[in-house]
Nanobody
Framework: QVKLVESGGGSAQVGGSLMLSCEYS?????MGWFRQAPRKAPGQERE???????????TYADSVKGRFTISQDNARNNLYLQMNSLKPDDSAMYYC????????????????????WGQGTQVTVSS
């Protein structure tokens, strides 16, 4: 059973930075970060933020391009999301995700296709 454990969430001011970490139990080809904003109903899908494949290729949601960076350290079994220039709309529960079938592309993958999730870590951005 794949285990994913996030850490690093918290509060930040607009324009500030946070780094999220996800420790994983085994290396998988497709990994990434999704988020669910508080205004969305629990049944509504989480949105893909950034994903990375086993070759190191990354894709980002348009809303975070140029501000967020996903990276991976397989020697330490850690996935990271560096978040800069934070905005209030970035406030959400952030989830580490892994091992979905199909393309490792944030524009293609859907939350319902993801078999493994972390427990989530809250990010709150305030002015």
């Amino acid at each position: 059973q794949v285990k994913l454990v996030e850490s690093g969430g918290g509060s930040a001011q607009v324009g500030g930075s946070l780094m999220l970490s996800c420790e994983y139990s085994e290396t998988l080809y497709s990994m990434g970060w999704f988020r669910q904003a508080p205004r969305k109903a629990p049944g509504q899908e989480r949105e893909g933020v950034a994903v990375i494949d086993g070759d190191g290729s990354t894709t980002y949601a348009d809303s975070v391009k140029g501000r967020f960076t996903i990276s991976q350290d397989n020697a330490r079994n850690n996935l990271y999301l560096q978040m800069n220039s934070l905005k209030p709309d970035d406030s959400a529960m952030y989830y580490c995700a892994a091992a979905w079938p199909g393309p490792c592309d944030v524009a293609v993958v859907t939350a319902r296709a993801v078999p493994y999730w972390g427990q989530g870590t809250q990010v709150t951005v305030s002015s």
